[in-house]
């Protein structure tokens, strides 16, 4: 029995570096991530703005005439584009509505692996040098103890902020893609009335 004790010590003390050295990607990644949104936020904030005052003046050709120029980050204005382009085509119209929320939904994953895996992740980090800490609590060496609650903590913090994020990406992504939704399925539907 003690020889397998002591192998899952081994086992889970080897998973820290990796755990660590996880933690830190998506670290990196989610701040990649906050730059990448708010690219995305200020694009959207100037052509969603002007997109949603003109889809009522207008009839659906004239507002996809007068569709203004994107810098290829709006996702939206280039399924209206190709819209656009199938006005005859109501099956391949439908088909680009289902490509969007493939799009949208793959968007979408990126913040909800952060949300998953970040908390995931630092609760293992938090775990895994508790084992450490106590043997050296047990033995009355409190250097050790110290260290490994460091790092205990520092990795829950870390795996918290991913996920917070994440989260809070997750959140305005999802109202964005609601939105574009909503803008796509109008044009579709009334394209679709007019055949």
């Known amino acids: 029995m003690e020889l397998i004790s002591n192998m899952l010590?081994?086992?889970?003390?080897?998973?820290?570096?990796?755990?660590?050295?996880?933690?830190?990607?998506?670290?990196?990644?989610?701040?990649?991530?906050?730059?990448?949104?708010?690219?995305?936020?200020?694009?959207?904030?100037?052509?969603?703005?002007?997109?949603?005052?003109e889809i009522g003046k207008t009839g659906v050709e004239e507002f996809l005439d007068t569709l203004p120029e994107g810098n290829g980050k709006s996702k939206l204005l280039e399924y209206l584009r190709k819209i656009k382009a199938a006005p005859q085509d109501r099956a391949l119209r439908e088909k680009l509505l289902g490509d969007y929320e493939i799009a949208a939904d793959?968007?979408?994953?990126?913040?909800?692996?952060?949300?998953?895996?970040?908390?995931?992740?630092?609760?293992?980090?938090?775990?895994?040098?508790?084992?450490p800490a106590l043997v050296g609590l047990a033995t009355g060496d409190i250097g050790s103890m110290a260290y490994n609650m460091q790092v205990a903590f520092a990795t829950t913090v870390v795996g918290i902020v991913i996920g917070a994020i994440g989260f809070i990406t997750l959140q305005v992504k999802q109202r964005w893609v609601a939105d574009d939704m909503n803008i796509l399925e109008y044009v579709v539907e009334s394209l679709n009335e007019k055949e």
């Open 9 to 53: 010590f081994w086992l889970s003390n080897g998973m820290l570096i990796p755990d660590i050295i996880f933690l830190l990607f998506f670290f990196i990644k989610a701040l990649l991530m906050i730059g990448g949104f708010y690219g995305t936020y200020i694009a959207r904030t100037k052509i969603n703005v002007k997109l949603n005052r």
């Open 106 to 131: 793959k968007e979408l994953g990126q913040s909800k692996l952060l949300v998953k895996i970040g908390p995931m992740l630092g609760l293992m980090g938090t775990l895994i040098p508790m084992g």
